[in-house]
């Protein structure tokens, strides 16, 4: 009887959702005066609590709206962390506009959000896709394809992401020009939330697909309507809730034992704090990729860039307005323009990935490589000296090594568009008829196959 009970799928929903008491508890509630070590631990514990409710009121919700949908909605509540510290430093620039003290709250307003976007396709898409070969092993997951050769395995990913590779190019298009402006402006905003409005407009007409589940969303699927829908919204605001009020004080927490041992805030905010507060999309997506659900898991953590490379940007220019109490641009410098740069040249050379609809491990390893190697140079200020045709000898140090790994994720990237140029058009007229509302021929030309 004791075994059936602990067995029960709403059994693991209630531990999930225990995880969450201390820190509501103790913090929230009763606002008890914790020590930087305890907060950090407990904050994170309720995050972890909060993911697991978050995967599950996804799948559950998929009964009742598209699935693309429903990941779309878990993209949004689960960065919802980098909203909330973005909008505080974003908030706190705005207070005295000129000021040191205004200049560095905005350097750290770009540095976690241009942090989060590296940290989900550096450490996020790879370590996943890598994490899903290892797992096919014992889940069967049929996305996985063995290979001959060295690092040859591939994770083949599901047509219908051809919309999403279609936004997120757009939006990775256009924050190459974001720098070049005044700062993140209006125009910046319109064109980015905007982009992101149309994909939630084309995902919520998509068709709605019918997937075979198991433990606790498909006990919350056979509830009554009412109830399930009632019992998914639960899921997503309280779950939401947890992370907005848990992963900041984590985050923080976090910057503040840095200081104790000598770390720049920058470095903490920039890769710190977003590492913590990504946690949340990687459990979910690790949770799905344990069910045999690599595309899903994909489709959510393509959903989190998109939502991060539009939402994330755009709203920063509002937050700052609002604090100054007139319109004005978040003002960017040369370092920030560099960061921004990086970050658009990383999504340029994932997407050249993507279009194949597929990833390989020699993909992933190359996308995890170079993300370690601009991590190194920004975390140490390591220098190197290289000879280069027509330059001379150039020394790349901390920062100008990010239009260095710029100028290399570009020249890659491009590489890869010109040998997959077929394959490129063939996902652009996927998209545009998934656009358009023809979802009647998502099968595309064999030379999308590389």
Known sequence: MVGQ??????????GAALLTVPWLGLHTVFGVDLTTGVTVALSGIA????????????????ADVPRAFALAILAVLAVAPEYAVDALYAWEAGINPGSPESAEAASLAVANMTGA???LIGIGWSAIALFTVYRARDTGDEAVE???????????????????ILFLFAATVFAFFVP??????????????????????VAMNSPHEDEEQIGVPAYLQSYRKPKRIATTLALFVFSGVVILVAVEPFAHGLEALGKSVGIPSFLMIQWVAPLASESPELIVVAYLVNKARSTAGFNALISSKLNQWTLLIGTLVLVYSLSLGYYGPLPLDTHQMGELWLTAAQSYFAIAILITFSIS???????????????????TGLALTLPIPGLGV???DGATSLIGFSVIYLVVGTALFVRRRKQLAAVAKLSVR?????YGANEIPAAVED
């Open 361 to 379: 491990l020699r993909e992933a390893v190359a996308l995890l490589g170079l993300f370690l190697a601009q991590f190194v140079y920004s975390v």
């Open 394 to 396: 150039v020394t790349f």
């Open 180 to 201: 070049l402006g005044a700062g993140i402006g209006a125009v910046d905003m319109f064109v980015l939330v905007g982009l992101y409005a149309a994909y939630i407009f």
């Open 146 to 164: 063995s290979r001959p050769g060295f690092l040859a395995d591939v994770v083949r990913l599901d047509h219908g992401i051809a919309t999403e």
């Open 434 to 438: 998934r656009v358009r509302g023809d």
């Open 117 to 119: 976007n590296r940290i």
């Open 47 to 62: 995050v972890l609590g909060a993911s697991f409710l978050l995967a599950w009121g996804a799948e559950t919700a998929e």
């Open 5 to 14: 009970r602990l067995s029960h799928p709403l059994t693991a929903v209630f």
